[in-house]
């Protein structure tokens, strides 16, 4: 692996993940190989060679940094969790906190879980770059190639989304956003690049899911871990909903969503596991199967209830007391959740060994394979989120409470079948949507982003959240930990870059 020291900057990888072909079997076996022994004009000659590429960052999203690193840190799945870990509706019954739970790593600038997502991201932007930026001379079919390009710009679109929400000030409508960014990366120089405004960054992602709309029109997946427009268009709409550009938000969220029904109540309670993504909600999702698996550093590794893993046994999470109160008992929702802690309502077929600790309120929402095979398929975007998306806007545009009512209707008539149409309007319907959106959402990486843009405080108190574990229990809407340092190594390779203040 290349010295991130010779690079000059330690924000950009240029780590070339391609398939290999495992001669005795039609499986595809994907290994990291450094750009110094697979050239760029290798991956990049054929249109087959570069849909190797492709595939090498659809596993990235799945997988260990290269070289191993800490299994807590594994994918974007581990950027999920540790971002549901942050907010208030995630509670740790044990001390196996890996301390953003409680933020001590937060103000860390060495620590593994503030590198984590920057080199995640970086290293998918950075693979994604060598795509967007070749494969117009590759030798192939020009559909082939829009359809690669349409998925690495969405891939660049999306990571440097994420970025922006996690280490620079949030966005806000109707100011010039000049507050410090993220460096934005659009080529293939390991380049000491500076810290781009947050309104710039903005601009980028949205042009990047513009024209990867345009390229992956009729574009035919052969599964669900590779991007489609309804996947481009769903995060356009996510990126409309931190920017508040209602219209867009609701179109993208509506045609994101075309052709993928909600699943049913039966189908809800047995839980999210390994065939998760193969239902009709799943919109975009990652399907690991046993050769590619990371035992102990899968998603269902820390947030099953049934893995026997050693943070599981002694730590199982639970939802926030509070807002399982909300849900109503009709709700398949609430039978997702222990609240009694005895493990006596698990889906069928499930158990757990006597030595797993109980705790009221526990989550049963992931389910493993087993004790010993910790895969669940890991959902990026699901259709549910769509119409969430698509009722909160409708609720802040003004004028469209009807509309929201019914969609958020269509949405929780699915989950609960005594549920009525609302007839809140204003603030009250919007809180009623985003009450909906904790509870559905709980668990998949959502609420410290949705904190961050709707500029609410973090508020554990009053409920099953213990101060010894904890430790934070409050934190101000405009206090200096909603922005995640800058990594040290970037700092110490990028004399351009600035470090947040604290």
């Known amino acids: 692996m290349q010295n991130f020291k010779k690079m000059k900057t330690y924000n950009y990888q240029l780590i070339i993940l391609i398939s290999l072909l495992i001669t005795s079997c039609s499986e595809e076996f994907l290994e990291t190989i450094p750009t110094h022994s697979v050239s760029t004009p290798t991956i990049l000659a054929t249109t087959d060679k570069a849909i190797f590429a492709l595939n090498g960052i659809h596993r990235i999203l799945y997988t260990r940094p290269v070289g191993g690193g800490n299994q807590s840190i594994s994918g974007v799945g581990a950027h999920y969790r540790i971002l549901d870990e942050m907010g208030e509706d995630h509670v740790f019954n044990g ?11 937060n103000d860390n600038a060495s620590s593994i879980y503030t590198k984590h997502p920057w080199q995640l991201y970086y290293k998918i932007i950075a693979n994604s770059n060598i795509l967007i930026n070749g494969i117009d001379q590759a030798k192939g079919l020009q559909h082939k190639k829009n359809w690669i390009k349409g998925q690495a710009l969405t891939y660049r679109a999306w990571s440097h989304f994420r970025l922006i929400q996690q280490y620079a000030k949030r966005y806000q409508t109707g100011i010039n956003n000049s507050q410090l960014g993220i460096p934005l990366k659009l080529n293939t120089a390991a380049e000491e690049t500076p810290r781009s405004s947050v309104e710039d960054v903005y601009a980028q992602i949205n042009k990047d899911l513009d024209n990867a709309l345009l390229l992956l029109e009729n574009y035919n997946r052969q599964n669900k871990s590779h991007i489609n427009d309804n996947v481009t268009k769903g995060i356009k709409a996510r990126v409309a909903l931190v920017q508040e550009n209602w219209d867009i938000a609701i179109t993208m969220a509506q045609q994101a969503r075309s052709g993928h029904t909600l699943i049913n109540s039966d189908t809800y309670k047995l839980g999210f596991r390994t065939n998760a993504a193969e239902t009709s909600e799943a919109i975009w999702a990652s399907l690991i199967n046993t050769e590619q698996t990371d035992k102990w550093g899968n998603f269902g590794g820390y947030m099953s209830r049934n893995f026997s893993s050693r943070n599981i046994r002694n730590n199982p999470r639970s939802i926030n007391s509070l807002l399982y109160n909300q849900i109503p008992d009709t709700d398949v929702r609430k039978t997702l959740f222990d609240k009694t802690g005895t493990a006596q309502n698990l889906p069928p077929g499930i158990t757990i060994a006597s030595n797993f600790k109980k705790f009221p309120y526990t989550s049963q929402k992931f389910i493993a394979v087993s004790s010993s095979d910790s895969r669940v398929d890991l959902i ?44 809140l309007s204003g603030t009250a319907l919007t809180n009623h949507i985003l009450t909906h959106r904790r509870i559905e959402l709980w668990g998949e990486g959502f609420r410290f982003f949705d904190l961050k843009r709707l500029n609410s405080p973090l508020n554990r108190t009053g409920s099953n959240h213990k101060s010894s574990i904890a430790v934070v229990m409050n934190i101000p809407a405009d206090d200096l930990r909603w922005q995640t340092v800058i990594p040290e190594d970037e700092i110490n390779s990028n004399s351009n870059i600035t470090q947040n203040p604290r």
């Open 95 to 105: 001390f196996e906190t890996f301390g953003m739970y409680n933020y001590t790593e």
């Open 380 to 423: 990026h975007l699901r259709a549910a989120e769509m119409y969430l998306i698509e009722a909160e806007a409708l609720s802040k545009k003004g004028n469209s409470d009807t509309a929201a009512q019914q969609i958020l209707y269509d949405l929780i008539s699915t989950r609960d079948p005594a549920y009525t149409k609302s007839t």
